[in-house]
């Protein structure tokens, strides 16, 4: 497989439940990314990690919680969610955290809180 | 802090028309600009990008933008709409001395037969 691999495609839960959201490149780099995606409403950052060290937390709520065992693999787990975190969760990948580095897309897992 | 500005949520074009996207932006130092696509089910994929240097930069698919400072402007063009145009396109801007990404709230366009 080549590129950004993001799994499941779809995901539906409820408020209680405890979901993961998986995220896996294959480019070799050294930088990867959560966005939230919501409806006419630009891009969210929320976590960016650099060689497996977090870099960024972007004021998320502690539900969505992220994990990057190493620089090829990204979690995002999720518990107690609300209904407006309803979204499509994009995860990227750069050869490094820089202005100069373009991102590369998964094809985003579509989250729906019931 | 820096911000983008697409103008339309939705262009509609006649097929073999000129496509034309708008984006300004605002930052206070020398901006890295961008244009991303997203087909219907996936990701992001970068269409262009401008750092330095030349302001007319070319991108994939006949897609070309110009930066303009004194409009601060990176409108994306192409010359000729085909049907397999039909996307979301989002304008992102970061600052040169920072990895951050601001996105636009992209705009839909849709090509006519």
């Known amino acids: 497989e080549t590129g950004v691999t993001q799994t499941p495609r779809h995901l539906v839960m409820g408020m209680t439940n405890k979901k993961s959201l998986k995220c896996e490149q294959h480019l070799g780099h050294n930088a990867m990314y959560w966005y939230k995606q919501s409806a006419k409403k630009p891009l969210e950052l929320m976590f960016v990690y650099s060689l497996e060290e977090r870099v960024e937390n972007n004021s998320v709520p502690s539900r969505f919680s992220p994990e990057c065992p190493n620089s090829s693999h990204l979690f995002l787990h999720l518990h107690t969610l609300q209904p407006e975190d309803s979204a499509l969760y994009l995860c990227?990948?750069?050869?490094?955290?820089?202005?100069?580095?373009?991102?590369?897309f998964g094809n985003g897992t579509r989250l729906t809180v019931t | 802090a820096q911000s983008v500005t697409q103008l339309g949520s939705h262009v509609s074009v006649s097929e073999g028309a000129l496509v034309l996207l708008r984006c300004n932006y605002s930052?206070?130092?020398?901006?890295?600009l961008f244009w991303y696509v997203q087909y219907p089910n996936q990701g992001l994929q970068l269409l262009l990008k401008y750092t330095t240097g030349a302001t007319l930069v070319k991108g994939i698919n006949g897609f070309e933008a110009e930066f303009k400072k004194s409009e601060t402007s990176f409108h994306l063009t192409k010359p000729s709409a085909h049907m397999s145009d039909a996307a979301e396109y989002f304008c992102a801007v970061s600052p040169s001395n920072d990895y951050k990404l601001s996105f636009g709230a992209g705009t839909t366009v849709t090509v006519r037969a």
């Open positions: 930052s206070s130092v020398p901006p890295y």
């Open positions: 990227a990948s750069s050869q490094e955290v820089s202005e100069n580095s373009p991102l590369h």
